[in-house]
């Protein structure tokens, strides 16, 4: 059984190191794009962000002044037995921001949506955020994640129906027209890793092109040979565009572009593109059977899909 009091610590460090401290692969992309970035405005830019990255993960310090939606992955195995069972999960949850908010790893940023009311806190109706994976096993994987509002709301997340008739080109002409609108004025904080669903209902795209942008890992390919192709052809195009960072132009318009797809209805095929911003914060940790913790380089959200 693992305790709540282990648990509720192991989502609040999550949340920490997913704030101050960037992944490995974001890290990697700064540093290749910095590589091969040939106007000096948007090299200059590369290498003033990757350093401030660095700065905050020494001085546990957020990494952007925005530290966007609390977001929540669980993968939990049907074996795992966990104190509270889920309502004691979501409640340490709960908690657990409101401790990081406390402690200036989160700022207050979540508001009522009509009345703009501030619990001061970062939690209220349906926030945080709470998505679920079932698998074998024992374990209980945490995935944190921070939607920073500007890769969010101006533009970031979009969707449309295409006419099965439009086919591969008419999804890959809606997600480059609405990168283009949404990087505007460097909107969405470009360069971007780029989620986008394919099929399902609109809510099944857009939360599949959430999880493309937010979990799955830069330089990382889909294992459906036409999905993987769609991925790199667009990358190609929007790198092409010369967006560059912040919308100032450059050679790299986005770190990556990654698809997820559902099945869908003969009627049409919905497509969803879900922005997130060059830091891509996220942080995963994995609480085994014994109690023991993990803390992962990586989310494994999309392993045996």
Not at 14 to 43: H, M, N, Q
């Amino acid at each position: 059984m693992i305790k709540r009091s282990l648990y509720e610590r192991v989502l609040f460090e999550t949340i920490c190191r997913g704030s101050t401290v960037l992944s490995e692969d974001v890290c990697e992309a700064f540093a290749a794009a910095i590589d091969r970035e040939v106007f000096p405005v948007a090299k200059t830019g590369l290498e003033k962000t990757l350093e401030s990255i660095r700065l905050s993960a020494i001085n546990s310090t957020p990494a952007c002044p925005d530290t966007g939606w609390p977001i929540f992955y669980f993968k939990v195995g049907d074996e795992c037995a966990f104190e509270g069972g889920f309502t004691g999960l979501e409640d340490a949850a709960r908690s657990a921001v409101r401790n990081a908010t406390r402690k200036g790893y989160l700022r207050s940023t979540m508001k009522h949506p009509l009345t703009g009311a501030d619990p001061g806190d970062n939690v209220g109706m349906n926030i945080p955020d709470f998505t679920y994976r079932f698998v074998p096993g024992e374990n209980l994987e945490i995935t944190y994640v921070a939607k920073g509002g500007g890769s969010e709301c101006f533009g970031g997340t979009r969707h449309r129906v295409v006419a099965f008739a439009d086919g591969i080109s008419g999804i890959e002409k809606f997600v480059i027209d609405s990168f283009v609108d949404s990087t505007r004025a460097g909107a969405i904080c470009p360069p971007s890793i780029l989620g986008i669903g394919i099929g399902g209902t609109a809510n099944i795209a857009a939360n599949l092109a959430k999880e493309a942008a937010c979990l799955r890992t830069i330089g990382s390919r889909h294992p459906e040979p036409m999905i993987a192709k769609i991925e790199q052809d667009l990358y190609v195009a929007l790198n092409s565009l010369g967006v560059g960072i912040m919308g100032a132009g450059g050679s790299t318009s986005v770190f990556a572009v990654n698809i997820e797809y559902a099945y869908t209805h003969i009627a049409g095929v919905v497509v969803a593109t879900s922005s997130n911003c060059m830091i891509a914060r996220r942080a995963s940790s994995r609480i085994l059977g014994d109690s023991s913790v993990q803390p992962m380089q990586q989310p494994d959200w999309f392993e045996g899909r």
